[in-house]
Protein backbone atom coordinates (compact mmCIF):
# COMPACT_ATOMS: atom_id res chain seq x y z
CA UNK A 1 0.00 0.00 0.00
CA UNK A 2 1.04 3.79 -0.43
CA UNK A 3 0.53 7.01 1.12
CA UNK A 4 -0.96 9.82 -1.39
CA UNK A 5 -1.98 13.52 -1.07
CA UNK A 6 -4.59 14.94 -3.62
CA UNK A 7 -4.85 18.92 -3.29
CA UNK A 8 -7.79 19.66 -5.40
CA UNK A 9 -9.30 22.67 -6.14
CA UNK A 10 -13.27 23.24 -6.23
CA UNK A 11 -15.46 25.64 -7.56
CA UNK A 12 -16.16 28.46 -5.01
CA UNK A 13 -19.49 29.32 -6.00
CA UNK A 14 -21.00 26.01 -4.96
CA UNK A 15 -23.74 25.78 -2.36
CA UNK A 16 -22.76 24.16 1.02
CA UNK A 17 -25.07 21.34 0.02
CA UNK A 18 -23.53 21.06 -3.16
CA UNK A 19 -19.98 20.84 -1.89
CA UNK A 20 -20.77 18.38 0.73
CA UNK A 21 -22.11 16.22 -1.46
CA UNK A 22 -19.56 16.12 -3.53
CA UNK A 23 -16.93 15.98 -0.54
CA UNK A 24 -18.73 12.73 0.44
CA UNK A 25 -18.62 11.84 -3.60
CA UNK A 26 -14.84 11.77 -3.11
CA UNK A 27 -14.52 9.94 0.42
CA UNK A 28 -16.88 7.28 -1.25
CA UNK A 29 -14.68 6.58 -3.72
CA UNK A 30 -11.59 6.07 -1.35
CA UNK A 31 -13.32 3.88 0.69
CA UNK A 32 -15.20 1.82 -1.92
CA UNK A 33 -11.54 1.30 -3.70
CA UNK A 34 -10.66 -0.04 -0.03
CA UNK A 35 -8.34 2.99 1.14
CA UNK A 36 -7.75 4.64 4.05
CA UNK A 37 -8.82 8.35 4.19
CA UNK A 38 -5.99 9.73 6.89
CA UNK A 39 -6.93 13.48 6.78
CA UNK A 40 -9.89 15.70 4.98
CA UNK A 41 -8.60 19.19 5.50
CA UNK A 42 -10.52 22.12 3.89
CA UNK A 43 -8.44 24.88 3.19
CA UNK A 44 -11.22 27.49 2.23
CA UNK A 45 -11.64 29.82 -0.13
CA UNK A 46 -8.11 31.56 -1.68
CA UNK A 47 -6.94 33.68 -4.29
CA UNK A 48 -5.76 31.33 -7.40
CA UNK A 49 -2.62 32.29 -8.92
CA UNK A 50 -4.34 32.42 -12.41
CA UNK A 51 -7.76 32.20 -13.89
CA UNK A 52 -8.95 28.91 -13.78
CA UNK A 53 -12.32 28.71 -15.96
CA UNK A 54 -12.96 32.15 -15.49
CA UNK A 55 -12.25 32.23 -12.03
CA UNK A 56 -10.30 34.10 -9.70
CA UNK A 57 -10.99 32.13 -6.32
CA UNK A 58 -11.38 28.61 -5.36
CA UNK A 59 -12.23 26.37 -2.67
CA UNK A 60 -8.88 23.90 -1.71
CA UNK A 61 -9.30 20.74 -0.04
CA UNK A 62 -6.26 18.81 0.73
CA UNK A 63 -6.84 14.96 1.06
CA UNK A 64 -4.13 12.41 2.70
CA UNK A 65 -4.85 8.82 2.05
CA UNK A 66 -3.46 4.92 1.73
CA UNK A 67 -4.02 2.61 -1.02
CA UNK A 68 -3.47 1.54 -4.03
CA UNK A 69 -2.54 2.95 -8.04
CA UNK A 70 -6.30 1.64 -8.81
CA UNK A 71 -7.27 4.15 -6.09
CA UNK A 72 -5.53 7.26 -7.27
CA UNK A 73 -6.56 6.44 -10.97
CA UNK A 74 -10.40 5.93 -9.98
CA UNK A 75 -10.02 9.03 -7.93
CA UNK A 76 -8.58 11.35 -10.35
CA UNK A 77 -11.07 9.77 -13.18
CA UNK A 78 -13.77 11.41 -11.36
CA UNK A 79 -12.28 14.33 -10.42
CA UNK A 80 -11.66 15.21 -14.21
CA UNK A 81 -15.55 13.88 -14.83
CA UNK A 82 -17.18 16.59 -12.21
CA UNK A 83 -18.06 19.81 -13.73
CA UNK A 84 -17.39 21.58 -10.18
CA UNK A 85 -13.30 20.30 -9.82
CA UNK A 86 -10.91 23.09 -11.44
CA UNK A 87 -7.81 21.49 -10.74
CA UNK A 88 -5.89 18.57 -8.76
CA UNK A 89 -2.97 17.29 -8.10
CA UNK A 90 -1.56 13.98 -6.28
CA UNK A 91 1.73 13.36 -4.97
CA UNK A 92 3.01 9.58 -3.70
CA UNK A 93 4.15 10.27 -0.09
CA UNK A 94 4.97 7.55 0.98
CA UNK A 95 5.82 4.28 -1.62
CA UNK A 96 5.55 1.39 0.95
CA UNK A 97 3.63 1.49 4.39
CA UNK A 98 1.51 -1.06 5.99
CA UNK A 99 -2.34 -1.35 6.54
CA UNK A 100 -1.70 -0.97 10.54
CA UNK A 101 0.83 1.78 10.07
CA UNK A 102 -2.10 4.10 8.33
CA UNK A 103 -4.64 3.05 10.64
CA UNK A 104 -2.11 4.64 12.91
CA UNK A 105 -1.90 7.61 11.39
CA UNK A 106 -5.84 7.78 10.90
CA UNK A 107 -6.12 7.63 14.47
CA UNK A 108 -3.87 10.31 15.21
CA UNK A 109 -4.70 12.70 12.27
CA UNK A 110 -8.50 11.88 14.19
CA UNK A 111 -7.49 13.22 17.27
CA UNK A 112 -4.88 16.22 15.66
CA UNK A 113 -8.66 17.85 13.76
CA UNK A 114 -10.13 17.29 16.68
CA UNK A 115 -7.74 19.16 18.80
CA UNK A 116 -7.99 21.72 15.89
CA UNK A 117 -11.46 22.10 15.71
CA UNK A 118 -11.95 22.46 19.75
CA UNK A 119 -8.60 25.32 19.20
CA UNK A 120 -10.35 26.84 16.71
CA UNK A 121 -13.75 26.98 18.61
CA UNK A 122 -11.65 28.45 21.70
CA UNK A 123 -10.19 31.49 19.66
CA UNK A 124 -13.94 32.14 18.26
CA UNK A 125 -15.45 31.94 21.58
CA UNK A 126 -12.10 34.55 22.71
CA UNK A 127 -13.01 36.73 19.93
CA UNK A 128 -16.57 37.05 20.63
CA UNK A 129 -15.95 37.59 23.97
CA UNK A 130 -13.39 41.16 23.34
CA UNK A 131 -16.16 41.86 20.33
CA UNK A 132 -18.79 42.28 22.74
CA UNK A 133 -19.78 46.13 23.95
CA UNK A 134 -19.59 46.38 28.25
CA UNK A 135 -22.59 45.77 29.69
CA UNK A 136 -24.31 46.81 32.73
CA UNK A 137 -23.15 43.63 34.73
CA UNK A 138 -19.59 44.60 34.31
CA UNK A 139 -17.94 46.59 37.15
CA UNK A 140 -17.97 50.27 35.99
CA UNK A 141 -15.08 52.01 34.28
CA UNK A 142 -13.01 54.60 36.61
CA UNK A 143 -13.87 58.10 36.49
CA UNK A 144 -11.66 60.46 34.21
CA UNK A 145 -9.63 62.80 35.71
CA UNK A 146 -11.09 66.30 35.65
CA UNK A 147 -9.52 69.40 34.64
CA UNK A 148 -10.18 72.58 36.63
CA UNK A 149 -12.77 74.98 35.43
CA UNK A 150 -11.74 77.21 32.92
CA UNK A 151 -12.00 80.67 34.98
CA UNK A 152 -9.39 78.84 37.98
CA UNK A 153 -5.95 78.98 37.29
CA UNK A 154 -3.37 76.71 38.01
CA UNK A 155 -0.82 79.11 40.02
CA UNK A 156 -3.84 79.36 42.82
CA UNK A 157 -4.65 75.62 42.81
CA UNK A 158 -0.73 75.00 43.25
CA UNK A 159 -0.35 77.29 45.45
CA UNK A 160 -3.05 76.05 48.12
CA UNK A 161 -5.07 79.68 47.63
CA UNK A 162 -8.86 79.11 47.96
CA UNK A 163 -9.66 77.11 44.20
CA UNK A 164 -13.07 77.81 45.12
CA UNK A 165 -12.37 81.52 44.16
CA UNK A 166 -12.22 82.74 41.39
CA UNK A 167 -8.60 84.79 40.14
CA UNK A 168 -9.98 88.30 39.11
CA UNK A 169 -7.37 90.02 36.22
CA UNK A 170 -7.48 93.92 36.27
CA UNK A 171 -6.58 95.97 33.22
CA UNK A 172 -3.78 98.73 33.77
Partial sequence: MRKYETVFISDPDL???QRSELFERVRNIIA????????FDEWGNKKLAYEIKKKLRG??????YGG??????????NLRLSDN??????????AD??????EQEAKEAAKNQQARKEAAEQAKEEEEEETQPEGDDEAPAEPKAQAPPADETPAAVEEGDEAS????KTEE
Fill in 85 to 94: IMKFMTVLLT
Fill in 97 to 102: ITVEEL
Fill in 59 to 64: HYVCMT
Fill in 32 to 39: RENGILLD
Fill in 15 to 17: QDQ
Fill in 68 to 77: TGELVTELER
Fill in 165 to 168: EPVE
